[in-house]
């Protein structure tokens, strides 16, 4: 099963459309409530069991993943009627070679979700880009693209959750009907 989680994740990677590009994830707010919102998987590392997002270093997001660095992640694919959760622990990298290199492989056009001139849930009158006027019809050249709000970070999976129709993804169709295939898996150290 955890190749299998691992295969999916590496699909949700490079491909837009897959159910896994877009997991939803889980902090903790100040007030100790649950906060959830879609995110983009940028990288997954199965060697070292590590996921790759980018965030806007000024968001609610950030600085709650500062404060508790513990998450949950809930990917879903329709297609494969596959679910895995995942409980990790969150490490943010603003500047060094993590960062760096992260920020190095996003081209100027993607940078521009992190050069708004207010952090992404921040609360407004009425919805707007927060782009600077500037930036608002055209794409930023590289020395533009590199603004204040980028942060890149990584989590190590610690425990998943595996709930699906197929074990492995892909079974024919008649293996598929024996029914919901389910796993956990934990890492220690």
């Known amino acids: 099963m955890l190749e ?34 879609k995110i983009v998987l940028r990288q997954a590392g199965r060697a070292d069991r590590m996921l790759r997002f980018h965030s806007d ?28 959760r995942i409980g990790a622990r969150a ?22 979700c992190y050069l ?8 407004v009158d009425w919805p707007l880009s927060s782009l600077p006027d500037s930036l608002s019809d055209r794409r930023p050249s590289l020395a533009e693209s590199e603004g204040d709000g980028r942060i890149s970070w990584r989590s190590s999976v610690g425990r998943t959750s595996w709930n699906g129709s197929t074990s492995p993804p892909r079974e ?17 150290g």
């Open 91 to 112: 490490r943010l990298h603003r500047r060094g070679g993590f960062a760096d290199a992260a920020w190095a492989a996003i081209s100027p056009m993607s940078r521009r």
């Open 172 to 188: 024919t169709a008649a293996r598929a009907f024996r029914g919901m295939r389910r796993a956990v898996s934990r890492w220690t």
């Open 116 to 123: 708004a001139e207010q952090a992404s849930g921040q609360a």
């Open 4 to 37: 299998c989680a691992w295969d999916l994740l590496e699909v949700g990677v490079v491909n837009r459309h897959h159910g896994f590009h877009t997991p939803t994830l889980a902090t903790i707010d100040s007030d100790g409530a649950p906060d959830a919102r």
């Open 57 to 84: 270093a000024r968001s609610e997001k950030a600085k709650q993943l500062i404060a508790e660095p513990r998450i949950a992640l809930t990917f879903y694919d329709p297609a494969e009627q596959t679910q895995l």
